[in-house]
């Protein structure tokens, strides 16, 4: 349990962060918007939802820690022996060191981070007729909780987000 097992690895973490800060790249436009439970830390996908002439468009962005990972070292072989991360009501332990997991590779709003996409095309039907998956450094334009997005769709601000909920509750009926 805990995090304590990282830290004979800082020089191996930084490593891996100095790699992928030079590869660092444009950023997608998307205002990607992630939606967890209020505890959650290690932000690992968000998604932005917008109406088209035929249905919608759905671009989804999944957190990439394996960017420059370096899986047969030390570090790679104590990540796979963890295998997983375990939530428990007496502990969390996570797979990845914490500095990476929660922080660095967590999409948090505002912060650049890289990221695997897919972009779907899904037509008034429900059905994908365009799926491609891609590469992208992101920015998260807001963590939210499910509370939230529940309170945005019961009650609609007219906002930008509540308009985004409410295209994504749309497809998701789909």
Not at 34 to 45: F, G, L, M, Y
């Amino acid at each position: 349990p805990g995090d304590e097992w990282s830290l004979g690895h800082a020089d191996a973490i930084q490593a891996i962060r100095s790699r992928v800060e030079a590869d660092a790249g444009d950023v997608h436009p998307a205002p990607f918007i992630s939606i967890d439970s209020a505890t959650t830390r290690d932000i690992d996908d968000a998604m932005h939802v917008e109406a088209t002439e035929t249905g919608w468009r759905l671009t989804l962005a999944l957190a990439c820690p394996a960017l420059h990972f370096p899986f047969d070292s030390p570090l790679g072989l104590d990540v796979a022996e963890r295998a997983t991360s375990i939530y428990l009501p007496e502990g969390i332990s996570h797979m990845l060191p914490e500095s990476l997991g929660t922080e660095y590779f967590s999409l948090l709003a505002g912060q650049v981070r890289p990221a695997l996409s897919v972009c779907l095309d899904v037509d008034e039907q429900g059905d994908v007729s365009q799926c491609s998956p891609f590469f992208a450094w992101v920015r998260v334009r807001e963590n939210r909780c499910y509370e939230d997005m529940e309170a945005l769709l019961n009650e609609d601000d007219g906002s930008e987000i509540s308009r985004a909920m409410h295209t994504a509750f749309a497809l998701a009926e789909k």
